[in-house]
Structures are given as C-alpha cells and as structure tokens.
C-alpha cells in the first residue's frame, strides 16, 4: 500500500460548533414561537416611537412629545411586579411595574420590530412605558458572539401616568 493513500488531509473547512449551527438556532426559534404563542404567553400591544417623525432635543436627546407607528399585536412572557412604593420629600409615589420578556428573533425576523426604551405597550387595561432592557439570555450560554445568539429582550415597564400617553 502506498504511503500516500494513507496520508492525513486537513479539511477546507472547519467543522460547524456543536449545537449553534443554523438548524438548532431555528429549532430554538420554532419551539419559542410556538410555546409564546399558543401556551404561556401573554398578548401586548406595542406602541413603537416613530423615529422619523419624532422631534428629539439635539442635546439630550429626549421628546416632549413623542410620535407613535401604528400598534402592533406582540405575544411575549409578562412577569407582574406589583407595585413599588417610594418616599422622597415630594411625598409617597406608588409605581406598578412589569418585566415583559420578548422573543428577539420573532420581533425582528417576522414582525420588522425592535424594541427601544420610551416606547410603550398596552397589557390588560393599562399602559406601560419601557424603562430599561436587557439582554439576559442568549442561546446555549454560549458567549457574546453577536445577536444570532440572543434570544430573549428583558423590559421593565413602569404604568404611565395620566397624561403621559395617549393611545388614540
């Protein structure tokens, strides 16, 4: 037998990561979909900011008035809080909060929509405006290697006050 039959060869390319290729990734997406829709999620309405038609301060780049796209239905997982009670030298404030936890990949991939803080969503009868997100799992606990790998967008919502927002 000849010695260069059984030489060794290094492949062209190198083998895919175990468990992160495209079809688990899709798994992971199918099985959320089907779960957050037909078993454990929760119904919204999100209220996405309008960019575009938006006049934001040039310095601090906050808008009094804010101007809103059409609402779009979102099912995601919501967490009641209740409500948090602070004393400052205003007085006593009551605050009702929410974590609602979207599905990343079905927001962006299927319904063209990125969640921002200052937009607002509609859960049960009252309006919540999205104070901080987070990013708190991403798929595998795999590390950082971009958003193909984030699954889940954490938003903590605090009830808007009378006259904050208008959904009409």
Not at 62 to 72: D, M, R, T
Not at 112 to 130: K, M, P, S, T
Request: glycine share 6%; charged share 25%.
């Amino acid at each position: 037998m000849p010695l260069d039959k059984n030489k060794w060869s290094q492949p062209a390319a190198p083998p895919p990561p175990l468990f992160l290729g495209k079809k688990e990734r899709d798994l992971v997406k199918q099985v959320n979909d089907e779960l957050i829709e037909r078993v454990i999620g929760q119904e919204l309405i999100y209220y996405p900011i309008s960019i575009k038609n938006t006049n934001f301060h040039s310095l601090y780049g906050e808008a009094i008035e804010k101007n809103f796209l059409a609402p779009v239905k979102v099912n995601a997982l919501v967490t009641w809080e209740g409500y948090t009670t602070t004393i400052s030298n205003l007085g006593i404030d009551k605050r009702l909060t929410i974590i609602v936890k979207f599905h990343r990949r079905r927001l962006v991939e299927d319904q063209d929509l990125y969640v921002r803080e200052g937009d607002f969503v509609l859960y049960g009868q009252d309006h919540f405006e999205i104070l901080t997100l987070n990013y708190p799992k991403q798929i595998f606990g795999q590390a950082w290697a971009g958003w193909e790998r984030v699954f889940e967008i954490e938003a903590k919502c605090v009830k808007a006050r009378e006259g904050t927002f208008d959904a009409s």
